[in-house]
């Protein structure tokens, strides 16, 4: 029965890897407020193995150093270009999950509003959608989704904690946090 079960399978194991989706590609640079920002790294996100959720790149300073990234004490943008339908409900649940696990309960309470108010701005994106974070000091962190400006949330100490869902000590992913910061 096992030997049967296994050739029943072993069509589906033959998959075409030539007809995966291409790595990401974003471009080189990005211009914020006329500041010229350099990629830093970019990764594929792939949930369980199979499941290609989206592409990210990390964009700073070419002079920047991760320690400023991750204390935002430079301008930066995480973008974002989809692989599938991903429903608002599941990426507001993640980044909760993620948050929980890399802040404080202190730290939680104090950016819970401004959590709030982004959360209400997210949508359910589609394949082909991008999404952007970007940090700028003194202006705060403005989420754009396909090109438009949805929100900004206000403040400085807000991005250095919101974005430990990608580049904190327990991100979502290990491999994408290196790959965006380069390490």
Not at 40 to 64: C, M, N, S, T
Not at 125 to 152: A, F, H, K, Q
Not at 161 to 172: A, H, M, T
């Amino acid at each position: 029965m096992k030997r049967l079960l296994f050739f029943a399978l072993l069509p589906l194991l033959a998959i075409d890897l030539s007809a995966r989706t291409p790595e990401p590609s974003f471009p080189e640079t990005v211009e914020v407020d006329g500041a010229e920002l350099t990629k830093r790294g970019e990764y594929r996100y792939v949930y369980r193995f199979f499941f290609k959720l989206y592409d990210a790149a990390l964009y700073a300073p070419a002079e920047a150093s991760v320690a400023e990234i991750l204390q935002a004490e430079t301008p930066f943008r995480l973008q974002f270009r989809y692989l599938r339908e991903i429903e608002k409900s599941i990426i507001l649940k993640s980044a909760d999950t993620m948050l929980a696990k890399n802040l404080s309960d202190s730290e939680l309470d104090t950016i819970q509003d401004r959590i709030d108010q982004l959360n209400d701005a997210y949508t359910t994106v589609r394949d082909g959608d991008r999404s952007s974070l970007t940090y700028e000091p003194d202006v705060g962190t403005t989420l754009r989704i396909n090109g438009e400006s949805v929100v900004t949330i206000e403040g400085d100490d807000f991005a250095p904690l919101y974005f430990k869902i990608w580049l904190g000590d327990q991100p979502i992913s290990r491999s994408l946090r290196a790959a965006l910061l380069d390490e």
